[in-house]
């Protein structure tokens, strides 16, 4: 299971650091990912880490901005997300790599929080 | 950004088939299997075909899936009410080292 949380309202060019703790299976063995889903629109993969964390990486339309961390002891996956704008608003989805690797599918999702970036 | 390209929507009746297409390029659905995702109204997506045509435990097999070349396609079979639906295609993409998705096919039962 995979609960996000730390969505809110912000500002345009404010911060927000999102957060997705996991349980049920060995959290230390998957890649994780972002996606997210502007308001009525699709799916959008936002950013990798690796099981180590080793390996990173981001779409180019927050590339930059947001930065993706883990803590494996916690079990826990986050986002930091900075220097905010319009477009970022949508809710955010935490998913699992199936296979342990990069490249597979997403197997388990969270219950998504939303972001709203407006003044 | 939305690299593979869907339909945006298809419907059917109750027990018809329906089938979604996804068309990609060689970077993304050419070299790498294609995954398909349902999202129902109000909900997080769900894995429901992933490496092109295997299907996860507890989904039935009425949903399947094929890929060609640099397409794929999910097909619906005894099409249902709670089949109604937002359908997602995605994989992996080696030029921008990450995932793309599908443009989303809404399902309609008529």
Redesign the interface.
């Known amino acids: 299971q995979l609960v996000e949380s730390g969505g809110a309202l912000v500002k345009p060019g404010g911060s927000l650091r999102l957060s997705c703790a996991a349980s049920g299976f060995t959290f230390s063995d998957f890649y994780m990912n972002w996606i997210r889903q502007a308001p009525g629109k699709g799916l959008e993969w936002v950013s990798y880490i690796s099981s180590g964390s080793s390996y990173t990486n981001y779409a180019d339309s927050v590339k930059g901005r947001f930065t993706i961390s883990r803590d494996n002891a916690k079990k826990s996956l986050y986002l930091q997300m900075n220097s905010l704008r319009a477009e970022d608003t949508a809710v955010y989805y935490c998913a699992r790599d199936r296979s342990g690797q990069v490249g597979d599918a997403f197997d388990i999702w969270g219950q998504g929080t939303m972001v709203t970036v407006s003044s | 950004?939305?690299v593979l390209t869907q339909p945006p929507s298809a419907s059917g009746t109750p027990g018809q088939r329906v089938t979604i297409s996804c068309s990609g390029g060689s970077s993304n659905i050419g070299s790498?299997t294609v995954?398909w995702?349902q999202?129902l109204p109000g909900t997080?997506?769900?894995?429901l075909i992933?490496?092109n045509y295997r299907r996860?435990s507890g989904v039935p097999d009425r949903f399947s899936g094929s890929k060609s070349g640099t397409s794929a396609s999910l097909a619906i079979s005894g099409l249902q009410s709670e089949d109604e639906a937002d359908y997602?295609c995605?994989a992996?993409d080696d030029s921008?080292?990450?995932?793309?998705?599908?443009?989303?096919t809404k399902v309609t039962v008529l």
């Not at chain 2, 997080?44 to 894995?47: D, E, G, H, Y």
Request: hydrophobic share 30%; net charge positive; proline share 8%.
């Open positions: 950004q939305s790498n995954n995702y999202q997080a997506p769900k894995l992933y490496s996860p997602y995605a992996w921008l080292n990450g995932y793309v998705f599908g443009t989303g």
